[in-house]
């Protein structure tokens, strides 16, 4: 049985990947993770506003008139809102590094070129094997076209990778306006992955303290089909790898997402929920699949659910809605 697949230019045993999240926090875990059988791990992302604090701190520190702009320094966010300041990060990266021996990729997480993009050299010189650029812009500004924001994040990717010779992934949401030519952008960029999609925190409104209120619950498997959609689309279109995230809890979400086209599929809520362990038996649980349904490799099955096996994939996809809205009419 033949589980193995490509990623970011590194061979691995399997597709699973344990995805940024509090359990490469710590080095026991982290070692956890490669004993359950993660083929990577992936750390949780440094931001863009903890290197502008850092930056703006020795700037005011180093100005001889830096009391007179004191007040700059709460434009940034309380550092104590952060587990890891840059330096503590860069640490954490090279005794992650030294801990195990599965690739462990670094994370950025920003929305504007800026500066903050060198500390993709500096996670490949503490080690990291491949850096995530996890790109989230809020996009509120009614300024700001769809168009600029993509021109923004495109320079971005074109800054890390001509700064950094470890491969690139992109992670991205799923709210672009016309998301396949713009991932078809950042592949011609030099890409080398498209991570499909961020999760995002979800505000609800407190009525009775007229409050905002934010939580990031964890995902189940019904959070997997945008990412099928997404993956599907773009699996004949790019030349990069592609990693799902977001919604992979079973044996059989692998199964669907390899179908579907990707390379990998980074798991996190279900390993917070059941454990590192739960790793070795997603694996074993794949194996005995595709035994039972004569698959000798996940190579042979990758893409084969791909849009490029549809004749028309637009008449396709708008024939399914049409179905589907028709369906709850005659209800």
Not at 78 to 87: E, R, S
Not at 92 to 112: D, F, M, Q, W, Y
């Amino acid at each position: 049985m033949d589980l193995s697949t490509t990623y970011l230019g590194m061979n691995l045993p399997h597709p699973m990947v344990a995805g940024a999240s509090p359990l490469s926090d710590e080095i026991d875990t982290a070692r956890q993770l490669e004993d359950a059988g993660s083929a990577a791990i992936v750390l949780r992302s440094l931001f863009e506003e903890q290197i502008a604090r850092e930056q703006m701190a020795e700037l005011l520190y180093q100005d001889s008139n830096s009391e007179s702009f004191a007040e700059a320094a709460s434009y940034f966010p309380n550092p104590d809102l952060f587990i890891m300041g840059p330096d503590e990060y860069m640490n954490h990266l090279r005794r992650v590094k030294e801990a195990v021996r599965v690739p462990v990729i670094a994370s950025l997480n920003g929305s504007t070129p800026g500066g903050w993009l060198s500390y993709g050299r500096l996670m490949e010189q503490g080690g990291a094997d491949a850096l995530e650029l996890n790109v989230y812009h809020a996009a509120l500004d009614p300024e700001k076209s769809g168009a600029e924001i993509e021109r923004e994040t495109v320079v971005m990717v074109h800054e890390v990778k001509r700064s950094v010779k470890i491969p690139v992934a992109v992670k991205l949401s799923p709210f672009f306006t016309s998301f396949a030519h713009f991932a078809l952008q950042l592949d011609r960029e030099g890409a080398d992955g498209l991570v499909l999609f961020n999760r995002f925190y979800e505000a609800d409104i407190d009525v009775q303290e007229l409050q905002v209120t934010r939580a990031l619950h964890l995902s189940d498997s019904s959070e997997l089909l945008l990412r099928l959609r997404g993956i599907a689309a773009l699996a004949p279109l790019v030349s990069g790898s592609l990693a799902v995230t977001g919604g992979v809890h079973t044996a059989l979400d692998v199964v669907k997402s390899t179908m579907a086209g990707a390379h990998v599929t980074q798991m996190v809520s279900a390993l917070l929920k059941n454990g590192p362990g739960y790793l070795f038996k997603v694996r074993r649980d794949l194996e005995v699949w595709m035994e039972e349904n004569e698959w000798s490799s996940l190579k042979e099955m990758r893409g084969n659910m791909g849009v490029d096996k549809a004749p028309n994939p637009k008449a396709y996809e708008r024939a399914n809605y049409m179905m589907m809205l028709q369906s709850w009419e005659g209800a």
